[in-house]
């Protein structure tokens, strides 16, 4: 029987890349996007041309409940079993500690934890025995955040959320861990200006982004290891080391 995988934010960056490497594991995909339908046509035809996985692409945004719903209804309508569950999209705020807004503070808490705990909740049933779920944390949750206290808070919150879920999953025989990605050079990254870019890369040991292949096959060993189980895998090149 054909595998599946669920993947949040799975068009672009990180997610695609994850998408990629499962794909080219025998499974077929489901992700899900915001609001970029063009990338999202372009993502699910080059993945399945690249892989020959089954790709579906469903939009459906971390800020919203609703999408909870949809992403339910989805699942249950084609009746698809999940064997992987990736948490990968993510929100931030850049605004300073002294203008962030009590709205957007919660909008960065909605969806990097909110949303996918209640999504966990609600598609709980529809996971296989075995099943394995991957959040995305980073190295932003272990290392104070110069930038954004709300992504460095939440990301801390995921790493102690996937410990916590161990106790919760493991009744279902469903593992649960978490990957702390450094800097990769997706979209997010890119846009930021050279001398930022260049001040990153003097403080990684190995002086380089992570590219989103080499940190996809982190995320394809911890759903298809059958030992991993409460653990924060962190990929960042070294970046404590220099
Ligand atoms: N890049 C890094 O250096 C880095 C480091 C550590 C951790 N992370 C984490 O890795 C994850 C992915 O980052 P990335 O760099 O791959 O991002 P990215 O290249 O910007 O890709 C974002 C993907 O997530 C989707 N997305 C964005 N906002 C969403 C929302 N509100 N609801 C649903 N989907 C949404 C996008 O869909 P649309 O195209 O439709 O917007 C797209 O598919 C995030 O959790 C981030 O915190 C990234």
């Known amino acids: 029987m054909k595998k599946h995988a669920l993947i949040t934010g799975g068009t672009k960056g990180i997610g695609k890349a994850i998408a990629c490497s499962l794909g080219n594991a025998g499974y077929d995909l489901l992700l899900t996007y915001a609001s ?24 459906a945004d971390i800020t919203d409940m609703q999408s909870i ?4 209804s989805f699942l249950t309508k084609h009746t698809i079993r999940l064997d992987a569950l990736i948490f990968n999209a993510g929100l931030t705020c850049r605004d300073t500690f ?11 808490f909605f969806g990097n934890i909110h949303f996918p705990v209640f999504l966990l909740q609600r598609i709980l049933s529809q996971i296989n025995k075995g099943g394995s779920v991957v959040f995305t944390g980073s190295a932003m949750g272990i290392y104070p955040h110069s930038v954004s206290l709300a992504y460095g808070v939440t990301k801390s919150a995921v790493h102690a959320l996937v410990k916590n ?4 999953l493991a009744p279902y025989q469903i593992r649960v861990n978490g990957v702390a990605p450094g800097f990769v050079d997706t979209e997010w990254q890119k846009t930021k200006p050279a001398e930022i870019r260049k001040n ?30 409460g653990e924060i895998v962190v990929v960042d090149g070294g970046y404590s080391y220099k």
Do not use: H, M
Request: proline letters at 3%; hydrophobic letters at 40%.
């Open 36 to 59: 970029d339908d063009d990338a999202a046509r372009l993502a699910q035809e080059n993945i399945r041309q690249a892989t020959g996985a089954e790709v579906q692409v469903l939009k």
């Open 69 to 72: 719903d949809t992403i339910q």
């Open 98 to 108: 002294e203008e962030i807004k009590p709205t957007d503070w919660e909008r960065v």
């Open 165 to 168: 879920l161990v106790k919760f």
């Open 200 to 229: 990153i890369e003097n403080k990684i040991a190995l002086e380089r982004f992570c590219d989103p292949a080499e940190l996809a096959e982190v995320y394809k060993t911890l759903v298809e290891n059958s030992y991993f189980n």
